[in-house]
């Protein structure tokens, strides 16, 4: 194999024709020699991880130069950077962020560990954790770690995560032991609960908080749980069924077979409510699950004491995009914001999957954008505050073979991403009273009303 050496980077016309090259590639090779084409393309992931981190911060710092020398206020200097970077490498500004701080680290404080990266001899997350294990130190201690830890390529060879993590961890207590306490202070502070969606409908329920209130939490649970096993009372739970109903039931105050006490909307057609279609149903703040899963979890429900409300939306029968609704205030009403939760889910910056929490209005009120659907977005705060304060721009878009909502941001950079609304489970049978729209059932699961 002949390598290529140049004095100057690539450009990226010439990284994309080499992208090319390999996606169009068949690789018929035998084992030894793909062993060898795997080794080497995980080295190129790391150079490559390792040249996006240069080319981030050079990036950043010329918004930050150029934003200055215009007057802006130092506060603003930095504002929407993340979601850029996020944006251009496809994941949700929360993460563009992440990368950012690990840009700026390895490039002004931590020269070693980006040696052992652009040398293939880390992976990126490994170089993650290097930067996450001393982020709390001094800009000497950190180099000081840096130096001792990555300067020679022997020194962590073979190590794994955790290996490191500790070699990392180790000399940080010993140079800082009080930014350590500050630290755990900082991190106790971040507590805080999440759910994500987990496979075949279920999702995981998480807490964050300190090491000794988790284990605290767990052995109280088992220990409930192991009392009930011996009780001898014939339940034919497992000792982890039990302790995750033990959870829903301590947290609700009520019992599995109640239901959930808050309100849980389900969007499902007309038709796999009432003819058992197979259209997939949406539960908010989940995602599609089976008209099964949905048939079976409204069934239950109204066999329960819980309160069951059905609301009509409509939307196109071909796109499954919900009507518009329209007001004169600035504030999206609650019915609206409601339809724009439903219809969007997360939040609508493409690769971001946080919660909405802010409705925003794509072209803004300031400038005659009105408060209705078309023009409202449902974005996490993150990307609602990037929105405001970076200079970038967004346009609402309709595209007429597909009624489904959409707009495109426009970055400070000139760069163009496309957000379109997930589309709502789509009519199978058609009636005569519902020819241009379609019929869905909104169930309201509400013990409390």
Same mark, same amino acid.
């Given at each position: !194999? ?28 035998? %084992? ?49 950077? %993340? ?47 290097? %930067? ?19 300067? =020679?390529?022997?020194?962590?060879? +073979? %190590? +794994? ?72 009372? +014939?339940?034919?739970?497992?000792? =982890?069924?039990? !302790? ?47 008209? =099964? ?24 029968p071909r796109s499954g995009a919900l009507t518009a609704v329209e007001s004169t205030s600035r504030a999206f009403p609650t019915a609206l914001g409601r339809l724009i939760d439903l219809r969007d889910r997360t939040c609508r910056t493409p690769w971001c999957d946080a919660p909405i929490r802010h409705h925003d209005h794509i072209e803004p009120h300031s400038t005659g954008g009105a408060t209705s659907a078309e023009n409202g977005a449902g974005l996490c705060a993150a990307c609602n505050y990037a929105k405001e304060g970076d200079g970038g721009t967004a346009e609402a878009r309709r595209d007429k073979r597909n009624a489904r909502h959409r707009y495109t941001l426009i970055s400070p950079t000139g760069h163009t991403y496309d957000s379109s609304a997930p589309p709502m489970p789509v009519v199978e049978l058609y009636s005569s009273t519902i020819e241009n729209v379609m019929l869905h059932g909104l169930f309201d699961f509400d013990a409390a009303s």
């Amino acid at each position: !194999m002949v390598t290529a050496v140049q004095d100057s980077p690539p450009t990226s016309d010439e990284v994309l024709r080499f992208v090319a090259r390999l996606q169009s590639s068949d690789f018929d090779v035998d %084992a030894a020699a793909g062993i060898d084409l795997i080794s080497a393309l995980e080295l190129m992931k790391s150079a490559g991880v390792a040249a996006q981190a240069v080319v981030t911060d050079a990036v950043a710092t010329t918004i930050s130069n150029e934003r200055r020398e215009r007057g802006k206020p130092k506060a603003q200097w930095r504002i929407g950077i %993340a979601s850029q970077i996020g944006l251009a490498r496809r994941e949700s500004p929360n993460r563009g962020g992440t990368h950012l701080g690990l840009a700026r680290a390895l490039v002004h404080e931590m020269p070693h560990t980006l040696a052992r990266l652009r040398a293939g001899e880390l992976n990126e997350w490994r170089a993650m954790i290097l %930067a996450r294990e001393t982020a709390c130190l001094t800009v000497e201690d950190r180099r000081t770690i840096d130096n001792r830890l990555c300067s =020679d390529p022997a020194t962590l060879a +073979g %190590a +794994g995560d955790r290996m490191i993590e500790g070699r990392a961890r180790a000399p940080a207590n010993e140079l800082d032991a009080a930014s350590q306490v500050k630290r755990r202070a900082k991190a106790y502070g971040a507590r805080r609960i999440s759910t994500r969606p987990a496979p075949e409908s279920m999702g995981f329920f998480t807490a964050l908080t300190s090491m000794e209130k988790s284990v605290c939490m767990w052995a109280t649970l088992r220990r409930d749980a192991d009392t009930i096993i011996n009780s001898g009372g +014939g339940d034919t739970r497992t000792r =982890d069924q039990i !302790m995750a109903d033990l959870v829903f039931e301590r947290i609700t105050g009520a019992s599995v077979a109640q239901g959930p006490p808050v309100t849980v909307d389900i969007v499902i057609s007309d038709s796999a409510l009432l003819a058992d279609g197979k259209k997939s149903a949406c539960l908010h703040g989940y995602g599609d699950i089976p008209s =099964d899963v949905a048939r079976q979890l409204i069934r239950d429900t109204l066999d329960s004491e819980t309160h069951v409300a059905l609301r009509r939306l409509y939307a196109h029968p071909r796109s499954g995009a919900l009507t518009a609704v329209e007001s004169t205030s600035r504030a999206f009403p609650t019915a609206l914001g409601r339809l724009i939760d439903l219809r969007d889910r997360t939040c609508r910056t493409p690769w971001c999957d946080a919660p909405i929490r802010h409705h925003d209005h794509i072209e803004p009120h300031s400038t005659g954008g009105a408060t209705s659907a078309e023009n409202g977005a449902g974005l996490c705060a993150a990307c609602n505050y990037a929105k405001e304060g970076d200079g970038g721009t967004a346009e609402a878009r309709r595209d007429k073979r597909n009624a489904r909502h959409r707009y495109t941001l426009i970055s400070p950079t000139g760069h163009t991403y496309d957000s379109s609304a997930p589309p709502m489970p789509v009519v199978e049978l058609y009636s005569s009273t519902i020819e241009n729209v379609m019929l869905h059932g909104l169930f309201d699961f509400d013990a409390a009303s």
